[in-house]
C-alpha cells in the first residue's frame, strides 16, 4: 500500500413521444458522423415538463440552465482545442525530433572520446583514471544531470509546451436521492454528441476498474516495455556507432520512459478521454455518475486523475450526493484530499439540487402497468415469474444455452442460461460469492434483460450480499438494462431487515466484505491484495452508515424506476447490445 500512495501522490431524435426522462444514458462509444444537433438540456426538460412526462422542478430548471449555458460555450472552446492540440503536435515532434539530435551529437562527442581515450591511455594514466570516474558517476547522478540538461537545451531550441485555452467551468451537481442528478447530466451528455470529440460518461465503479487496470498494466511494465521495442530498437540498434555507444543510448531512451512513468496517474488520466485511434484533438467531456471517496485508494486516485484532467483542458460535469468539502467525512488523506476539493471548485460551479421529492417514486406511482417485480416468494409469484422467463425466451427466438462470459482482469463467467441478450441468474449465485463490479459490468454490457431469482429480505447476516446486489443494481441502472425479480418482500422493504435484525449496525462497517474473511479494510489494503474472485480493493466500497443509508436508498429508488415504461421504452435504444446490432447494420 506505502508503495501505491508513493505514485499516486508524486445524448434525442424528433419524436418526443417516444423519449423519457430516463432515455438519456449514452455511452461514449458511439459514432459521431452523421448526427443532427441535439436540444440542449433546458429546452429537452421545458418540453418533457409540457408533455407531462416531467414534473417542473426549480432546482431541475436551474441545473438545466447552468448545463445549457456550459453547452452553449462549447462550441467554441471545441474549436480552440483542436487549433491547440494540431499545434501541441507539431510541438511534440519538433522537440522530439531535437532531442534524437542532441543525442546523436552527445553519441558521436561520447565514441570519438573513446577512440582518443584507445590512443593516448598508455601515455596518461590520469586520463584513464578520469575515464573510469565518468562512466562511474553516468549511471546514477549523472543521468539525472544529463537529462536535465538536455531538457533544458530543448527548451531554448523549441520553446515552451503550447498553452491551452481557458476551460469552461464545469458543473458539480448534489443532491438527494432520486433528484435528478443523474438525468440532468445525462441530457447534457446527449446534447454534447456532435459538439465534443472526445465524451466518455463513467459511473465511479466503472471508473475505478479502468483506474486500477490501467495502473496494474503500468506497473506490469507492458506499455513501457512495447514503448520501448518499438521507440529504441527500431532507431538506436541500426546506428553507425560501437555496442557501448548504442548501449547507453538506450539507457538514456529507457531513463526518459521511466520519468514519465514515475508519476503513474497523469499517465493513466492521459488514457482516459482519446479515442480507440488514439487521437487526441478537439475539447474533451468527462460525465462522472456518483462521485464517492469510499477509501484511501478512491481518494488518491481520483485527486491525482481528476486533477491532470482539470489541468489539461477537460469539462467536467460530476453528480455525488454530497457536496465536495462533504465527501471525505472520515478524514482520510486530508491534505491530497483538500487539494483535489480545491481543484474541484476551481474548475466547476458548484450545484445544489435541493428538492427532497424522490422523482422516480413520483412517476412509478402513476406509471407502473407491467410486473417485473415478483413478490413475495409463494407458489403463484414463482410460476408467475417463470411464465415470465419462458415468454421472454420465446419472444427472443433463441435457445437457452450456456455461456462463458469474459470479464475484466482475464477472468471469465459462467452464464447457465442465457439466450440472445437475455439470461437468468439466482441472488445467491450473484452476490453470495465474492464476485464485484467488474462481473456486474460484464454482465450488464452483454445482457439487456437480466433475470434475478430468489432475492431475500436483507439483513446484517448477509450485509456483504446486500453491498453487492446495490452494485450489480448499480450497474444494471447505468446500462439501462430491463430487470426483472423475483423476492421474499416488496422493493421498498427489501433493506429493512428480518426478524434476525436491521441492515444498519454502524460498528460493523469498518469491516470489508466476506472475500477478505471480514478482516479489516486498511489490512487488505495495506497488502496491496486483490481477492481470488477478481474484486479489486477500492471497489467494494467501504462505506459510513450514513453513505450506506445512500446507496440504500438509491437502489431502492432505481429498482422502482427500473419498472416504469418510462425506462423500459428505452432498452431498445440505449442497450449496449443494441447499439452495436445497429452499428452492425449500417456497416
Known sequence: MKRILFFLSSRFSDRPSKIRFTHLRLYCDRTHSSVSRRPG???????????????????????????????????????????????????????????????????????????????????????????????????????????????????????????????????????NVGSGKTMLMDMFYSATEGIVHHRRRLHFHEAMLQIHDLMHKVWKSQEMEKSLQSSISNWVMNLPFDTKIKEWLVEEERYKQEMKMKNILPAVADKFLTDRQGHRRGASILCFDEIQTVDVFAIVA??????????????????????????????????????????????????????????????????????????????????????????????????????????????????????????????????????????????????????????????????????????LVDELYNHHCRLYCSAATSVDDLFQGTEEGTLFDLESFQFETETENTRLRRDVLSEGNVSSGGTTTGIISLLSGQEEMFAFRRAVSRLIEMQTPLYLEGVSYLHPYFQEKRTENQS
Open 41 to 175: 438540456p433546458l429546452a429537452y426538460y421545458k418540453s418533457l415538463v409540457n408533455q407531462g412526462k416531467l414534473k417542473h422542478d426549480l432546482y431541475q430548471e436551474k441545473v438545466a440552465l447552468e448545463l445549457d449555458s456550459l453547452l452553449g460555450r462549447l462550441d467554441q472552446y471545441e474549436k480552440e482545442m483542436e487549433e491547440y492540440h494540431a499545434n501541441l503536435a507539431k510541438w511534440e515532434e519538433k522537440r522530439e525530433n531535437e532531442r534524437r539530435r542532441l543525442l546523436m551529437e552527445e553519441a558521436k562527442s561520447k565514441q570519438q572520446g573513446d577512440a582518443s581515450t584507445s590512443i593516448n591511455k598508455r601515455r596518461n594514466i590520469f586520463q584513464k583514471w578520469m575515464s573510469r570516474k565518468f562512466d562511474n558517476v553516468e549511471p546514477g547522478v549523472g543521468k539525472w544531470v544529463s537529462y536535465l540538461n538536455r531538457e533544458k537545451k530543448l527548451d531554448s531550441l523549441v520553446g515552451r509546451r503550447p498553452i491551452a485555452p481557458p476551460a469552461p467551468k464545469g458543473l458539480y451537481i448534489y443532491g
Open 302 to 471: 481520483l485527486s491525482g486523475i481528476v486533477s491532470r484532467l482539470l489541468s489539461t483542458g477537460t469539462v467536467l460535469v460530476a453528480t455525488s450526493n454530497r457536496a465536495p468539502r462533504d465527501l471525505n467525512q472520515d478524514g482520510m488523506q486530508k491534505e491530497i484530499f483538500q487539494e483535489f476539493v480545491a481543484r474541484l471548485e476551481e474548475h466547476c460551479e458548484i450545484v445544489l439540487i435541493g428538492s427532497e421529492i424522490d422523482y422516480r417514486r413520483h412517476i412509478a406511482e402513476s406509471s407502473i402497468d407491467q410486473t417485473h417485480y415478483f413478490w413475495p416468494l409463494d407458489s403463484n409469484k414463482i410460476k408467475e415469474y417463470e411464465n415470465m422467463w419462458s415468454m421472454i425466451v420465446s419472444q427472443s427466438g433463441g435457445r437457452v444455452t450456456s455461456q462463458t462470459l469474459p470479464v475484466m482482469f482475464g477472468r471469465t463467467l459462467e452464464v447457465s442460461e442465457s439466450c440472445n441478450g437475455v439470461a437468468r441468474f439466482t441472488f445467491e449465485y450473484l452476490c453470495g460469492r465474492p464476485i464485484g463490479a467488474a462481473d456486474y459490468i460484464a454482465i450488464a454490457k452483454n445482457y439487456h434483460t437480466v433475470f434475478i431469482g430468489d432475492i431475500p429480505a436483507m439483513s446484517m447476516r448477509i450485509r456483504d450480499k446486500a453491498r453487492r446486489f446495490i452494485t
